[in-house]
């Protein structure tokens, strides 16, 4: 057991972990912290839910706490030397079927004195603005479109590498290597991990920030230990979603180039919002499909969860025919006839752990002494970047406050998933081609 000054061994270097590490570092120059992942931060593609081309940047939320974490992010968005370079005031346009929806945000940024160029717009006037460019959109259902000219976007990919990088620089240690479960002492107290190869790593404190493989992690390690409070149970479920990017052509990207952030927003009887995002340096458009999925598997005899495919890279680039469909949806209601002879070539399928209402996990593991839990992100959780150490951080030190403590608990109150329009609903194996129904999953 490691003894003498606190270390902090982080497992996963996704926004959770990389903003932990940096904000410990900052924090505590002389302080062990190391980050442990199953991909290196530097490489070309990673399964952390963080990897990405790019990422929707906003505070534009009906929930209080949200919108004011978020426009504290963004606060370092565009005044940090460091992370400005990834940040682009692009603006958002989001189609609103949720009653009262824009006026609840534009509401909490007047209660947080917070002054920004945003508005709910008549659904005849916003389908003028930018140009036209979603006049084809479907506005079914739409009460409203809220606009909000500070939101904007990030390079998601490149601003992870590089803040990972910059936390090495200070003195964080990075090591690969897949997680095979965690390490107890003979009190219960956890005090490290052990990998596939039989490495282990040690530390007075270890924070799981691993996404949607922390239901997997918790499943194995209260096996292998006898402690069987260990496990998620109905508190995190993991989740995927298909992504997509189109090419555009020299015409379409300069009409293209200055668009705002494009959502569609849904209840949850209709189901997940769709987002589309500004064109890449590379010219390239993305946008996310409507349907969220689980992959529900047998982990242990008698215990099934939801996990990520076994393959070593999730099989993230394998996108079955269903889901193709999903993404040239999500194209024609955004664009319509625009987008209709766009050839999409890169599809993703990415994976992420929930909460029924949506709430991060930053928390003490209550099964165990040295663990703490810092995921969840629920496919919202990037914007918040700059910001998730430091609530990491006063959760390790006892100082959250309570209204986030009791938010991000372990064990908490928590809704009914119907009432989440974005709670993962389909099966991956309903979904797949029928000839790869059984070597996929």
């Known amino acids: 057991?490691?003894?003498?000054?606190?270390?902090?061994?982080?497992?996963?270097?996704?926004?959770?972990?990389?903003?932990?590490?940096?904000?410990?570092?900052?924090?505590?120059?002389?302080?062990?912290?190391?980050?442990?992942?199953?991909?290196?931060?530097?490489g070309e593609r990673r399964v952390a839910a963080s990897w990405d081309w790019n990422k929707v940047v906003r505070a534009d939320y009906g929930?209080?706490?949200?919108?004011?974490?978020?426009?504290?992010?963004?606060?370092?968005?565009?005044?940090?030397?460091?992370?400005?370079?990834?940040?682009?005031?692009?603006?958002?346009?989001?189609?609103?079927?949720?009653?009262?929806?824009?006026?609840?945000?534009?509401?909490?940024?007047?209660?947080?004195?917070?002054?920004?160029?945003?508005?709910?717009?008549?659904?005849?006037?916003?389908?003028?603005?930018?140009?036209?460019?979603?006049?084809?959109?479907?506005?079914?259902?739409?009460?409203?479109?809220?606009?909000?000219?500070?939101?904007?976007?990030?390079?998601?990919?490149?601003?992870?590498?590089?803040?990972?990088?910059?936390?090495?620089?200070?003195?964080?240690?990075?090591?690969?290597?897949?997680?095979?479960?965690?390490?107890?002492?003979?009190?219960?107290?956890?005090?490290?991990v052990k990998t596939a190869t039989g490495e282990t790593w040690t530390a007075s404190h270890v924070i799981l920030c691993t996404g949607a493989f922390t239901p997997k992690l918790l499943e194995l390690s209260a096996e292998s230990s006898g402690l069987t409070d260990l496990r998620a149970g109905s508190r995190i479920l993991a989740g995927g979603i298909t992504t997509a990017l189109t090419q555009l052509d020299d015409d379409s990207y300069e009409r293209f180039a200055a668009m705002p952030v494009g959502v569609q927003g849904y209840t949850a009887k209709i189901g997940p919002f769709i987002g589309s995002l500004p064109p890449t340096k590379d010219r390239e458009l993305k946008w996310w499909g409507q349907t969220i999925f689980k992959n529900t598997r047998q982990v242990l005899p008698g215990r099934h969860i939801s996990i990520p495919p076994p393959e070593p890279d999730y099989a993230q680039w394998y996108v079955p025919g269903r889901l193709k469909e999903d993404i040239?949806?999500?194209?024609?209601?955004?664009?319509?006839?625009?987008?209709?002879?766009?050839?999409l070539e890169k599809y993703r399928i990415c994976?992420?752990?929930?909460?029924?209402?949506?709430?991060?996990?930053?928390?003490?593991?209550?099964?165990?002494?040295?663990?703490?839990?810092?995921?969840?992100?629920?496919?919202?959780?990037?914007?918040?970047?700059?910001?998730?150490g430091k609530y990491v951080l006063q959760m390790l030190e006892g100082s959250l406050s309570p209204e986030l403590a009791e938010k991000w608990a372990w064990d908490r109150e928590r809704p009914d998933p119907s009432l989440n329009p974005d709670w993962p609903r389909a099966e991956m194996k309903d979904l797949l081609d029928p000839v790869d129904r059984t070597s996929k999953l």
């Open 351 to 388: 994976w992420d752990a929930f909460t029924t209402s949506s709430d991060f996990i930053i928390s003490p593991h209550p099964a165990s002494k040295g663990l703490y839990v810092a995921t969840c992100g629920s496919f919202h959780g990037w914007k918040f970047f700059p910001v998730l």
């Open 1 to 42: 057991m490691v003894s003498g000054k606190p270390s902090y061994l982080i497992v996963g270097s996704g926004v959770f972990g990389v903003s932990t590490a940096y904000h410990l570092i900052k924090r505590y120059p002389d302080a062990s912290v190391t980050l442990v992942d199953r991909d290196r931060y530097d």
């Open 328 to 343: 040239h949806y999500a194209n024609k209601v955004f664009y319509g006839k625009k987008g209709a002879n766009w050839k």
């Open 63 to 192: 929930d209080l706490v949200y919108c004011r974490l978020a426009l504290e992010a963004q606060d370092v968005f565009r005044c940090d030397p460091l992370w400005q370079p990834y940040f682009h005031e692009t603006g958002i346009y989001w189609m609103c079927r949720s009653s009262g929806y824009a006026h609840d945000v534009i509401d909490n940024y007047e209660r947080l004195g917070r002054n920004a160029d945003l508005s709910a717009v008549p659904v005849d006037e916003a389908r003028k603005m930018y140009g036209g460019l979603f006049d084809d959109a479907d506005y079914t259902g739409v009460e409203e479109v809220l606009v909000n000219r500070t939101s904007g976007w990030a390079a998601a990919g490149d601003c992870l590498a590089a803040i990972t990088r910059t936390a090495v620089e200070l003195g964080v240690k990075y090591v690969t290597g897949e997680i095979a479960g965690l390490r107890f002492d003979d009190r219960g107290r956890c005090c490290g």
